[in-house]
């Protein structure tokens, strides 16, 4: 069962790479994974199913990363990076020119959710959180999102942690003092 969504998952991102997510259909991801279209339906209502669920488990994958770094903001930052490093292709093909604009989206989804979280769980008990708290999770990903996108599809000379350090180095100071402003 595993190993059918997975080569399902697969098939997407290959096709991916080569002709952009836009241009895929489900009867490429069903020649590709040499899965019965019975069989992928079982699994996946459509193509946006099988992206969805990559990006799920990608989602899944920062959040462990905030777990094992409670009260650190950010925590998501190097594990993404590293994740970059490792998964270039995989990662090019989500989030590089030929995923399409709803990979960007929900990438940006899961990002803001992850952002909010850390930032509510870095703010102690008794503060309520700022009206601008939205327009402040907006900033940290928007900027998060142009260095990855600039890993993803650049040539930056840096590692993940040199790309780690910058990211928290810019964005930390302004997001603390947005926050601590009544």
Same mark, same amino acid.
């Given at each position: 069962?595993?190993?059918?969504?997975?080569?399902?998952?697969?098939?997407?991102?290959?096709?991916?790479?080569?002709?952009?997510?836009?241009?895929?259909?489900?009867?490429?991801?069903?020649?590709?994974?040499?899965?019965?279209?019975?069989?992928?339906?079982?699994?996946?209502?459509?193509?946006?199913?099988?992206?969805?669920?990559?990006?799920?488990?990608?989602?899944?994958?920062?959040?462990?990363?905030?777990?094992?770094?409670?009260?650190?903001?950010?925590?998501?930052?190097?594990?993404?990076?590293?994740?970059?490093?490792?998964?270039?292709?995989?990662?090019?093909?989500?989030?590089?020119?030929?995923?399409?604009?709803?990979?960007?989206?929900?990438?940006?989804?899961?990002?803001?959710?992850?952002?909010?979280?850390?930032?509510?769980? @870095?703010?102690?008990?008794?503060?309520?959180?700022? =009206?601008?708290?939205?327009? %402040? $999770? *907006?900033?940290? !990903?928007? #900027?998060?999102?142009?260095?990855?996108?600039?890993?993803?599809?650049?040539? @930056?000379?840096?590692?993940?942690?040199?790309?780690? =350090?910058?990211?928290?180095? %810019? $964005? *930390?100071?302004? !997001?603390? #003092?947005?926050?601590?402003?009544?």
């Amino acid at each position: 069962m595993r190993r059918t969504r997975q080569a399902i998952q697969q098939a997407l991102i290959a096709l991916i790479l080569e002709k952009g997510y836009d241009a895929v259909t489900v009867s490429d991801i069903i020649n590709r994974a040499d899965v019965g279209r019975s069989t992928f339906y079982a699994h996946f209502t459509d193509k946006q199913d099988v992206l969805f669920d990559n990006l799920d488990e990608l989602a899944a994958f920062l959040k462990a990363g905030h777990a094992h770094e409670p009260g650190r903001l950010f925590a998501f930052s190097l594990p993404m990076f590293e994740h970059v490093d490792e998964q270039r292709d995989l990662v090019r093909a989500l989030l590089g020119r030929r995923g399409g604009g709803v990979v960007i989206t929900r990438v940006e989804q899961i990002l803001a959710e992850i952002v909010r979280d850390e930032l509510l769980a @870095a703010m102690s008990s008794d503060t309520r959180p700022p =009206a601008t708290l939205d327009l %402040v $999770v *907006t900033c940290v !990903v928007g #900027a998060f999102m142009a260095l990855l996108v600039q890993r993803v599809d650049g040539d @930056a000379p840096v590692t993940a942690r040199q790309m780690d =350090a910058l990211f928290r180095e %810019v $964005v *930390t100071p302004g !997001v603390r #003092a947005a926050l601590s402003q009544k």
